[in-house]
């Protein structure tokens, strides 16, 4: 696989992120050169509980060709936990537990070893959560504008990743230092994603 490919659905060179308790200051990590700062923001900084499930279509370029892969990503979260299963092809993948302190996955036997779910949580955090938190999570050197439809992660003058909102369902996320693009789409509740259960 090319690293743009691991970079799309996992972490590739990125730095440990911090973990920080809800209510406590989150420890900033600096990442190596060149890493992309991934975020584990505590559940309760979203300030609000979320359900939802997500179809994210993956985009990257392999020898001047797109390719695309897709996923589908269940998200729960609450002032305790953030929650989050990955589904390929109807079955789970990998399920992620996170409560501001301690960091749970598992995974399938047969999920890809690069599967990566931090990298997928660190990229919904980036589109979901405040960004007065993010910010607060982001490494020295590290800065994130955001508005209404528009959300910009940088390392000093660069642009490392875009996040627009297109309409109320679609969000478009573009890495630009990784290589890849994420069309995350959410849908409707009742949605069978044969998922075996909740996130």
């Given at each position: 696989?090319?690293?743009?490919?691991?970079?799309?659905?996992?972490?590739?060179?990125?730095?440990?992120?911090?973990?920080?308790?809800?209510?406590?200051?989150?420890?900033?990590?600096?990442?190596?050169?060149?890493a992309t700062?991934?975020?584990?923001?505590?559940?309760?900084s979203?300030?609000?509980?979320?359900?939802?499930?997500?179809?994210?279509?993956?985009?990257?370029?392999?020898?001047?060709?797109?390719?695309r892969?897709?996923?589908?990503?269940?998200?729960?979260?609450?002032?305790?936990?953030?929650?989050?299963?990955?589904?390929?092809?109807?079955?789970?993948?990998a399920?992620?537990?996170?409560?501001?302190?301690?960091?749970?996955?598992?995974?399938?036997?047969?999920?890809?070893?690069?599967?990566?779910?931090?990298?997928?949580?660190?990229?919904?955090?980036?589109?979901?959560?405040?960004?007065?938190?993010?910010?607060?999570?982001?490494p020295?050197?590290?800065?994130?504008?955001?508005?209404?439809?528009?959300?910009?992660?940088r390392?000093?003058?660069?642009?490392v990743?875009?996040?627009?909102?297109?309409?109320?369902?679609?969000?478009?996320?573009?890495?630009?230092?990784d290589?890849?693009r994420?069309?995350?789409?959410?849908?409707?509740?009742?949605?069978?994603?044969?998922?075996?259960?909740?996130?």
């Amino acid at each position: 696989m090319t690293r743009a490919t691991l970079s799309a659905l996992a972490l590739a060179a990125a730095m440990a992120a911090g973990c920080a308790a809800p209510g406590s200051a989150p420890e900033r990590t600096v990442p190596a050169a060149g890493a992309t700062a991934l975020l584990r923001l505590p559940p309760a900084s979203l300030q609000r509980e979320l359900k939802l499930q997500q179809h994210i279509t993956v985009e990257f370029t392999v020898l001047g060709r797109t390719e695309r892969r897709e996923l589908l990503a269940l998200l729960e979260a609450d002032a305790a936990h953030t929650r989050l299963a990955a589904v390929g092809g109807g079955q789970v993948l990998a399920r992620l537990d996170w409560d501001g302190t301690t960091l749970q996955v598992s995974r399938a036997p047969w999920a890809p070893a690069e599967l990566q779910p931090e990298r997928i949580l660190s990229d919904l955090q980036l589109t979901l959560w405040p960004a007065a938190a993010v910010r607060a999570a982001l490494p020295a050197g590290w800065s994130f504008d955001a508005t209404p439809t528009l959300r910009q992660l940088r390392q000093g003058s660069e642009t490392v990743a875009e996040i627009r909102y297109p309409d109320v369902v679609t969000t478009l996320f573009v890495q630009h230092r990784d290589g890849y693009r994420l069309t995350i789409r959410n849908l409707p509740a009742e949605a069978n994603v044969n998922a075996g259960g909740s996130a």
